[in-house]
């Protein structure tokens, strides 16, 4: 089987997990070629992460044969320009979430977070995504979607007894927050293209879009979201910067609150939150209430260990669980994140879909549908209405 030459694009927070999960495939060869980001830190990376060659120019990377797949790990900003190319150049790609969204337009009004009418937002986001996906569908490569929550096992087991039973869902409660993204393009929708609800809430969005999907598919039915609410906030800036000592959120035109509910086709419901204003670690869970009982996924945190420690000082080389601010006091520590998040799961679906040329779990139309649902979401909140799709 032929080894499979990975590009790197970006070295940072979750460029590292990608590397954590690259070096554990099985089965395939695997090898991460080149890596290209602004960092300083860009030859230590490098060198850690034993990557033989490194530049400042992503484009270096589209006339290179032997780069078999481009895994872009870039502010969001980059993503539609990134993939279109890369995918035109015969490269197969993994985009890390979400895929695209609304960064600004020459002539908006600034800051566009808090300028810009979400519903033009909304129509410009979509008119652009259908055309980027439009390329993508066109290049036959495979686009791999960082949706990492379809991968943990808490949701693929979730999905196996959904699909195993037959039941209806009749309604899912998904959340992802915490205290806040260290990366400065979060602070602003011009990078992010949006605020908690995109960067933290696509990833449940993306969750109970895809397990309803899994009901669709066991019972053989055609199941849409036709309509969102949402209300979205920004709570940080209400605070004093004492207030703030224990948040790394420094939101300047995106909500650090989200609250979204979308309603299926079939009258079934989901409700998702996403937030930046969360003390106590990553909260990322998925409840799922069906005809048949309920499922509870305790993606982080989970009670696989808990402990009661009283000494921080000798914990200094412990790893705990992501963004808890202290190793002491009751915690819930999170055994083997990589795998327990998605990401080890993810990567290997990605590389045995490139090796055999299957879709994998989370591909373009998630990616779409995600970005969609979020952008509809904002429009909601703006009007302070429903919005039927
Ligand atoms: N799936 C997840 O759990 C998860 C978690 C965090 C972030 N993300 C997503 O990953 C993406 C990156 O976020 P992050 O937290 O790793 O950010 P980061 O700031 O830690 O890293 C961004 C990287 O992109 C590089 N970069 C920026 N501009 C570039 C350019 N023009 N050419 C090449 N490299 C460039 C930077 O040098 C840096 O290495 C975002 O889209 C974010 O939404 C996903």
Redesign the pocket.
């Known amino acids: 089987m032929k080894k499979v030459k990975v590009g790197l694009?970006?070295?940072?927070?979750?460029?590292a997990l990608h590397m954590n999960a690259f070096r554990r495939v099985y089965g395939i060869e695997v090898e991460v070629k080149t890596v290209?980001?602004?960092?300083d830190h860009l030859a230590e990376f490098a060198r850690q992460n034993g990557i033989a060659q490194t530049g400042r120019d992503?484009r270096a990377l589209l006339g290179d044969p032997e780069i078999d797949v481009v895994d872009i790990?870039?502010?969001?900003v980059?993503?539609p320009e990134m993939v279109v190319a890369c995918m035109q150049a015969g490269k197969h790609v993994i985009c890390?979430?979400?895929f695209t969204g609304y960064f600004g337009r020459p002539g908006d009004p600034t800051p566009i977070g808090t300028q810009v009418p979400k519903k033009l937002m909304y129509e410009r986001a979509m008119a652009e995504m259908d055309a980027a996906s439009a390329a993508i569908r066109a290049s036959g490569r495979l686009f791999c979607y960082?949706e990492?929550w379809v991968y943990t096992p808490a949701v693929a087991k979730t999905a196996e007894i959904v699909r195993a039973s037959g039941d209806k869902i009749l309604f899912m409660k998904a959340e992802e927050s915490h205290s806040g993204?260290h990366?400065a393009?979060a602070s602003h929708w011009s990078s992010a293209g949006g605020g908690a609800l995109m960067?933290l809430g696509i990833h449940p969005i993306g969750a109970v879009l895809w397990l309803k999907q899994v009901e669709a598919r066991a019972r053989k039915e055609t199941i849409t979201v036709t309509d969102v609410t949402c209300d979205v906030g920004r709570i940080f800036p209400t605070l004093t910067p004492a207030e703030r000592t224990y948040f790394g959120a420094k939101p300047a035109d995106v909500e650090d609150w989200a609250m979204l509910s979308l309603t299926y086709s079939d009258g079934t419901k989901a409700t998702i939150f996403g937030g930046d204003v969360v003390l106590g670690g990553t909260r990322n869970l998925m409840e799922t209430y069906t005809t048949g009982g309920a499922l509870f996924a305790n993606i982080e945190p989970n009670s696989h260990v808990v402990t009661y420690l009283t000494d921080e000082s000798r914990l200094r080389n412990v790893y705990i669980a992501e963004k808890v601010d202290r190793k002491t006091g009751w915690q819930f520590v999170c055994i083997d994140e990589d795998t327990t998040r998605g990401y080890t799961g993810e990567i290997q679906d990605f590389m045995e879909c490139i090796t055999v040329g299957r879709q994998p779990l989370a591909g373009i139309d998630l990616a779409c549908e995600a970005v969609k649902i979020a952008y509809a979401g904002y429009w909601a909140a703006e009007e302070g209405r429903r919005i039927s799709l």
């Open positions: 694009l970006g070295s940072g927070f979750i460029a290209i980001s602004l960092d992503w790990c870039t502010p969001t980059l993503h890390e979430k979400p960082g990492d993204s990366a393009h960067r």
